[in-house]
């Protein structure tokens, strides 16, 4: 699948943090249940690779993504747990190459026009805006849509379910990453019930036609 596609699949990602591997599989099984089927799988801990292979061995339902790529190196150690597709807050020349090397897709990272012409050069036509909101978020993504129509974002970053629905209005947003839907208190309290919901009415959200 290239990153288009899969981030078709749902008009939200989740972001998720994993703090400890044994929260990896409910937490998808949960998320996945509500609607959700593509997951962000963020290098913020120890647990994040190994939870990305536990969630690929036992969710076969979900499309599971690293987060927060930041070094070269980053791509083989999450190809080798299975990742199948990647995101970085950022591009460089360097993470352009170790990307094509790479087993999967990725969503590259981009805040100015400038590193989106960079981004352009190197091929890519799908990005992530962060993050969103201090990057001029809604007014950003509207400016940049009549200069750059071929282009597609998936803004991240100070979204909220309040504010999710006017970003996925846009013709140039194809879907939207937020960490609400996998809050930290309802991860650490293993309450899936909880997430699973908060999964299905950020997967009932519509996306503009």
Same mark, same amino acid.
């Given at each position: 699948? /290239? ?7 749902? !008009? ?7 703090? *400890?591997? %044994? *929260? +990896? #599989? ?6 996945? &249940?509500?609607? @959700?089927? #593509? ?21 076969? %339902? ?17 190809? /080798? ?5 990647? #995101?970085? !807050? ?29 981004? @352009? ?5 799908? $990005?992530?805006? $962060? ?6 978020? =809604?007014?950003?993504?509207? +400016? ?8 597609? $974002?998936? !803004?991240?970053?100070? =979204?909220?379910?309040?504010? +999710? ?6 013709? /140039? ?8 839907? &996998?809050?930290? %208190? ?18 009932? @959200?519509?996306?503009?036609?």
């Amino acid at each position: 699948m /290239n990153i288009r596609s899969i981030l078709a699949l749902a !008009p939200v990602v989740p972001v998720i943090t994993v703090e *400890h591997i %044994d *929260h +990896a #599989v409910p937490l998808a099984r949960a998320l996945c &249940a509500g609607g @959700l089927r #593509v997951l962000e799988v963020t290098l913020r801990t120890p647990a994040a690779l190994p939870a990305i292979e536990a969630m690929r061995k036992a969710v076969p %339902d979900a499309v599971v993504g690293v987060g927060t790529l930041a070094r070269p190196g980053d791509f083989v150690t999450a190809g /080798n747990a299975g990742a199948q597709f990647g #995101v970085s !807050p950022g591009l460089t020349a360097e993470m352009a190459a170790a990307a094509r090397a790479a087993s999967f897709p990725m969503l590259p990272g981009i805040m100015t026009p400038t590193e989106l012409l960079a981004g @352009l050069g190197w091929g890519y036509d799908t $990005f992530k805006l $962060f993050p969103a909101q201090q990057a001029g978020g =809604i007014g950003m993504l509207k +400016a940049l849509g009549a200069p750059f129509p071929e282009v597609v $974002f998936c !803004p991240t970053g100070g =979204i909220s379910r309040a504010t +999710a629905p006017d970003f996925l209005a846009l013709p /140039n947003v194809a879907c939207v990453g937020g960490s609400w839907v &996998a809050p930290t %208190d309802k991860i650490r309290a293993g309450d899936w019930a909880a997430i699973e919901a908060l999964a299905k009415d950020a997967a009932s @959200l519509a996306k503009a036609k």
